[in-house]
């Protein structure tokens, strides 16, 4: 089947102008995360879903950043007033959370590299 | 807090050589998962394997294997023969259950020279 697919690709903004990023996770996986990959700073958590609520946040580096899922499926990461130092690629992965404590793989997907001018 | 160290940032290889990529992790869970990924030029993150805490067997599919010990809280990689295919950066990653978000190492990146 389909795996995670993410829109844009690439998107190229000027600095103060507000984006968003989508993730459409594989169907049936009700868990859904967010990381970014900046050079130098490797692979960073930013949110989790699970369903449509996030119970982990924690990784969201300011109130510039929020995020949303609808229908338990897609999801939107929206970043207000960008800044240089948000260019990075946006990875969503999504799992199927299966039986309690067993691991369920993150499948990611492609990525949206942002670049903030 | 978790956290995985990948102390190697860049390895280069002449093909066929064999090369060991280095992880070293920390947490206070006694119920984790350890990852390797692989991201290829082409961006998109590769799983290769998984390992839970509580299984300490070494695992060898085909040119790759991977140590896991506890003693040293470590989980290493190692490519046998490597190919100039298998030139990526390569993530360590740790997680303390299911449905919990990956904490990654700063990754390994390997080129491997024909």
């Known amino acids: 089947g389909a795996g995670v697919s993410q829109s844009p690709s690439n998107k190229v903004t000027e600095k103060g102008k507000d984006v968003e990023l989508r993730c459409d996770p594989i169907s049936g996986h009700t868990a859904l995360y967010w990381y970014r990959q900046s050079l130098g700073q490797g692979l960073e958590f930013l949110i989790y879903f699970q369903g449509n609520s996030a119970p982990d946040k924690s990784g969201l580096p300011s109130d510039r950043f929020s995020a949303e899922r609808t229908g338990g499926s897609v999801s939107t990461l929206t970043i207000q007033r960008t800044q240089q130092e948000d260019s990075a690629v946006y990875l969503c992965a999504s799992s199927y959370p299966g039986l309690v404590g067993a691991y369920n793989e993150q499948f990611f997907g492609p990525g949206t590299r942002l670049t903030v001018l | 807090a978790q956290k995985v160290t990948q102390a190697q940032t860049e390895i280069s290889v002449v093909e066929k050589e064999d090369v060991t990529l280095d992880c070293v992790y920390e947490t206070r869970d006694t119920t984790y998962y350890l990852f390797w990924y692989k991201q290829p030029p082409s961006g998109e993150l590769v799983f290769l394997i998984r390992?839970?805490?509580?299984?300490?067997q070494n695992e060898i599919s085909g040119r790759y294997s991977w140590n896991f010990q506890k003693s040293t809280s470590s989980f290493n990689f190692t490519i046998t023969a490597s190919q100039v295919v298998d030139s990526a950066v390569y993530f360590c990653?740790?997680?303390?259950?299911?449905?919990?978000?990956?904490?990654f190492g700063k990754g390994t990146r390997l080129s491997v020279i024909a």
């Open positions: 390992r839970n805490s509580f299984d300490e």
């Open positions: 990653a740790l997680s303390y259950s299911g449905n919990t978000p990956l904490v």
